[in-house]
């Protein structure tokens, strides 16, 4: 049987994030060999992990080529391995990146594509979130292999050893995927939190926190709980709290096992990236509040009251 390919999202850190953990776990379930690709970085540091989840072979691709230029000599690198090794099913992060990569290599091989997809079976029917998460349809790829990007957070990782392989890529890319250029890469400095997308707990603030300095009690309730802190839009635009922890249709999607919400009042495009989350407990002072539709636990009361109370009672435990 063919091999199942996993296009591997390393993490700024320089390990893998736990969304390539999840693709393995359901590039397994697909039968046949699961393949891990690198593309950029070195492979080095990761063959240990990959292998701890499944993978028996690992691609490496690395090279200025690859880490200067932006996407594109990765869809490249990626197009020529598919066509030489016509594995049964491709999977690749629903990040930024993984979309944007898979998006390259369906035009190029002229092949279907699924993105957002949070199963998939061995016939290659996907379940897939659409409408920014209000929808979930079953699609499969109508003209050429299942080339499918993975919604993190929708499976649980499971870990299988196995001893891979490593087969460096040859890396032949052409002058049009030099279009772009990296010419500066900061690299986040890691946090005590898990990272947003990734955390099993995120406790988010909105509108209702009312200030930056407030949001401090976010930040406590986030930390006693081991999570990461999130905020809505309207926070994010008070300037209470920076974008990049923006959860939502144009923020980050999240689906952890707990969803803490204060002062968020539950609006569709809030909903669209946090309502896949197992538990989720609101805190808004407004009965009414459209959130409480959604959630599992809700108390009516001021956030400024209900949060300390509940920070005393974790930190007695
Ligand atoms: P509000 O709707 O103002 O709600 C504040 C809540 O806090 C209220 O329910 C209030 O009762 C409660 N509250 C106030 N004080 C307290 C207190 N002391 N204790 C307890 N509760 C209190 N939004 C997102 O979040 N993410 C997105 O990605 C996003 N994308 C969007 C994309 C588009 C195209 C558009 C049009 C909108 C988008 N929005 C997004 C905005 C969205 O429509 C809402 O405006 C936003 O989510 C509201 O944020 P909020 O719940 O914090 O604020």
């Known amino acids: 049987m063919a091999e199942v390919l996993v296009v591997v999202e390393a993490s700024s850190q320089g390990g893998v994030k736990k969304v390539t ?6 590039a397994r379930a ?16 990761l063959t240990e992990k990959l292998g701890e989840y499944g993978a028996t072979k690992i691609y490496a691709a690395g090279g200025a080529d690859l880490d ?14 598919i066509q030489r090794v016509s594995p049964s099913a491709v999977l690749l992060a629903s990040s930024q990146e993984g979309k944007e990569i898979a998006a390259r290599v369906a035009v190029k091989l002229d092949n279907g594509i699924l993105t957002d997809v949070v199963d998939l079976d061995p016939s290659g029917t996907a ?13 499969k790829v109508t003209k050429g292999l299942p080339l499918v990007t993975v ?15 490593v087969e460096a890529l040859e890396v032949a890319v052409e002058d049009r995927d030099k279009l772009a250029k990296v010419v500066e890469r900061k690299v986040e400095a890691k946090g005590a939190r898990p990272e947003l997308a990734e955390a099993s707990v995120v406790v988010s603030g909105g509108r209702g926190v009312g200030s930056a300095d407030n949001f401090k009690l976010v930040e406590e309730l986030a930390d006693l709980l081991g999570g990461a802190v999130g905020a809505s839009r309207a926070a994010v635009d008070s300037g209470f709290y920076p974008h990049q922890f923006q959860v939502g249709q144009t923020g980050k999607t999240v689906s952890p096992q707990l969803y803490v919400a204060l002062g968020i009042s539950g609006a569709i495009q809030h909903r669209a990236g946090m309502q896949t989350s197992k538990t989720i407990v609101a805190v808004n002072k407004d009965p ?15 956030l400024f009251k209900v949060v300390p109370q509940a920070a005393e009672e974790i930190r007695k435990r």
């Open 151 to 165: 919604r993190p957070n929708s499976l649980t990782p499971a870990p299988a050893p196995a001893t891979p392989a």
């Open 288 to 302: 009414e509040a459209p959130i409480f539709e959604l959630a599992d636990f809700g108390v009516v009361g001021d």
């Open 21 to 26: 953990l999840e693709m393995l776990t359901l």
């Open 30 to 45: 697909l039968g046949g060999d699961v393949s891990a690709v690198v593309l950029g970085g070195s492979a080095d540091a």
């Open 68 to 81: 200067e230029y932006l996407v594109a000599p990765k869809a490249t690198v990626l197009a020529a391995l």
């Open 127 to 139: 379940t897939q979130m659409v409408f920014a998460g209000s929808t979930i349809v079953k699609s």
